[in-house]
T-cell receptor
Framework: GAGVSQSPSNKVTEKGKDVELRCDPI?????LYWYRQSLGQGLEFLIY????????KSGLPSDRFSAERTGGSVSTLTIQRTQQEDSAVYLC??????????FGPGTRLTVL | QKEVEQDPGPLSVPEGAIVSLNCTYS??????FMWYRQYSRKGPELLMY????GNKEDGRFTAQVDKSSKYISLFIRDSQPSDSATYLC???????????FGDGTTLTVKP
């Protein structure tokens, strides 16, 4: 079946611009996660959605970052006024249970 | 100090070698332990999943969890060049949705 998909696969933007990253989770998965992975680093948790519960936003690095999940399915991560330190791969994952997560291929963001 | 510590490597071994990858952690609430494999420019893929202490084997891969020592391992037998990737450990407790990941160990298996 279809896995987690993310778009765009690559995004190059100028410092100060806003960007939107999209994630389509596996159908039927109730949980959705966003992570950030900088070059040579591990995964940094950003935000977690579970069903209709309030999202866990504890990993968002600043108020320039926000995410929403519409209809319990597709999610959009928005970064406002991008900075060069925002350059990273942004990974989305979904799960049916809270333990095993299935990852998308990521969006590689480059801020010039 | 990080909640999950993982030796970043890099680790380079000849084909056919036994590989041992390890993580230590500090949060005793962790109950589920996972290993992910990540090829270059790809998302992580789940390799092994274990609950609580013990061993789990799947083909050439064995995951081991020692909760008393807060230590987990992944063993790869008869390593192949196709095993060359970054291996990430991850763990979570039963009540939290998010997993905590190690920084990953980069493995190269040379033919």
């Amino acid at each position: 079946g279809a896995g987690v998909s993310q778009s765009p696969s690559n995004k190059v933007t100028e410092k100060g611009k806003d960007v939107e990253l999209r994630c389509d989770p596996i159908s039927g998965h109730t949980a959705l996660y966003w992570y950030r992975q900088s070059l040579g680093q591990g995964l940094e948790f950003l935000i977690y959605f579970q069903g209709n519960s309030a999202p866990d936003k504890s990993g968002l690095p600043s108020d320039r970052f926000s995410a929403e999940r519409t209809g319990g399915s597709v999610s959009t991560l928005t970064i406002q006024r991008t900075q060069q330190e925002d350059s990273a791969v942004y990974l989305c994952a979904s799960s049916f249970r809270s333990d095993t997560q299935y990852f998308g291929p990521g969006t590689r963001l480059t801020v010039l | 100090q990080k909640e999950v510590e993982q030796d970043p490597g890099p680790l380079s071994v000849p084909e056919g070698a036994i590989v041992s990858l390890n993580c230590t952690y500090s949060n005793s609430a962790f109950q589920y332990f996972m290993w992910y494999r990540q090829y270059s420019r790809k998302g992580p893929e789940l390799l092994m999943y274990t609950y609580s202490s013990g061993n789990k084997e799947d083909g050439r891969f064995t995951a081991q969890v020692d909760k008393s020592s807060k230590y987990i391992s992944l063993f790869i037998r008869d390593s192949q060049p196709s095993d060359s990737a970054t291996y990430l450990c991850a763990m979570t407790n039963t009540n939290a949705g998010k997993s905590t990941f190690g920084d990953g160990t980069t493995l190269t298996v040379k033919p």
